[in-house]
């Protein structure tokens, strides 16, 4: 298995461990007002339903905790702010700016809105590429439309094997 895999597969495992200390010891209350309104725009922006009786948490990390989980090192330098890897549990870092804050929950819980709705994982690079341009996008028009700023959010390129 490639190092990459390994990683890919590292990350999932941490983070349903995450997920499973995070209920354990932080019992969330059953519905945030703040996360029931990102949801809202999200579902809105995306045209993705909210499932009913459905409602993800969101779960605060600190920034050593987000690099340890995401770049293997509390001291690395690392870009992720936010992530979602399946599930109730959606991941932000606790040091952002609210506004920007805001932007990267919208974005995350369009990944939520993703997975519900398809009711699977992105099963192919082209999938994954394809979702995280809508969750990009969704982010982008959230940040104008309500948080009235101009400055935006770019996808990476990825790039999908022939």
């Not at 990390?61 to 549990?89: D, H, I, N, R, W």
């Not at 940040?143 to 009235?148: F, G, N, T």
């Amino acid at each position: 298995m490639s190092m990459k895999m390994w990683l890919v597969v590292l990350a999932l495992v941490l983070g349903w461990i995450v997920s499973y200390v995070a209920l354990c010891t932080n019992k969330p209350p059953e519905r945030d007002p703040q996360t029931e309104k990102l949801l809202a725009y999200a579902s809105v922006y995306s045209g993705r339903p909210v499932p009913d009786g459905e409602h993800p948490t969101v779960v605060y990390m600190a920034p050593e905790q987000m690099a340890l989980l995401m770049c293997g090192s509390k001291t690395a330098v690392c870009p992720v702010e936010g992530v979602y890897f399946g599930g109730k549990y959606v991941f932000v870092q606790t040091n952002l700016e609210p506004a920007h804050r805001r932007s990267i929950i919208v974005h995350e819980l369009t990944h939520w809105l993703q997975r519900r709705v398809k009711a699977a994982a992105p099963d192919s690079c082209q999938r994954s590429a394809a979702a995280e341009r809508e969750a990009y996008t969704v982010q982008n028009h959230y940040i104008h439309d309500v948080e009235k700023q101009t400055e935006f959010f770019y996808p990476p390129v990825l790039v999908c094997g022939r």
